[in-house]
């Protein structure tokens, strides 16, 4: 009786399934590294650090360089949580604070849906109607007055581009990261709030204080945000432009990881090194999101340790 008393048969139950998951993981890696292996061979580390590709049917002419996808990826990521952090976070405070009881779990629901919805609604919406929006109202507007700026000095010709998949990728990522940072602002104990109030704080300076409050949870939301972005397929295609420019320049048309994978992978078979390469792209994309992901996780969890102690 006492040793059934000691056996956690919950944890028996669930331990199968951890070590599937884990096993599932090593041999995704280790696919992956092996399968890449061949290029990351023959190119070492140039095939990371420079901007070709130059297909041919002679393996020995074949040459590649994934500098402009990966740039691409951080680019564009980084754009869409500039873009994500003020939206996601008055998004929070409003529906925490501002917006009426009919009003709160509606809001709620849209957002869970947009965070839901398969990624080619996005990026359908964002060929045919963000890219001629933004061509036209605002990077000719920019391009016309502000090119002396380096960031607006390449002509938004057709408007697909680094801007327009930073933009696109922001709007697609903000009800993630608006969930994470409403439940953390939801979570805040009253009697913080209450206790500013009772100061004499006014309603913006509590909300100032208790932003301070959850900054962990915050900056775990767009770290998430922007492992979410770095894996973006479609949508990403329809919109950056699939062209190899390694570049700051907003207007320019670009290539990401995914994007790449997604255009180059089905006449891959035909080159010797290209479906290696292909894999060596997303080993990177691989360790890349590994890393923001275990960031993200650790200040989320330092935030959840500091409220509940």
Known sequence: ?????????FKIITLPAIIIVFILFILILGFY???????????????????VWQAAE????????????????????TIAVLIALP??????????????????????????????????????????????????????FLYENLSFIPLFDY????????????????IMVTPFAAAIIREAYAMIPSVYKEGLIALGATRYETTKVLIKYIKPAIISGLILAFGRALGETVAVSL??????NLTYKLFAPGY????????????????????????????VLFVIGLIVNIIGLYYLKRWREYVFQ
Not at 58 to 77: C, D, F, Q, R
Not at 162 to 167: D, E, K, T
Not at 239 to 244: A, H, P, R, T
């Open 1 to 9: 009786m006492n040793l059934r008393k000691k056996i956690d048969e």
């Open 33 to 51: 590294f092996f399968s890449a292996l061949p290029a990351i061979e023959k190119y070492g580390i140039n095939l990371f650090i420079t901007n």
């Open 58 to 77: 002679e393996a020995s002419k074949e040459v590649y360089g994934l500098a402009a996808p990966i740039w691409g990826s951080i680019y564009t990521a």
């Open 87 to 140: 939206l996601s976070l008055c998004y929070a405070i409003f529906v925490n604070d501002y917006a009426p009881k009919k009003l709160k779990y509606p809001l709620i629901i849209i957002s869970d849906i947009m965070a839901g919805l398969p990624t080619i609604i996005y990026g359908i919406w964002g060929a045919f109607i963000l890219v001629p929006l933004l061509r036209d109202h605002i990077m000719k």
């Open 155 to 170: 002509p938004p010709l057709s408007g697909y581009s680094y801007l327009s998949a930073g933009i696109l990728l922001g």
């Open 239 to 244: 919109v950056i432009g699939n062209s190899f």
């Open 256 to 283: 990401t990881i995914s994007s790449l994978i997604a255009n180059q992978f089905g006449n891959a078979v035909l080159y010797e090194y290209m479906t290696s390469v292909l894999y060596s792209a997303g080993l």
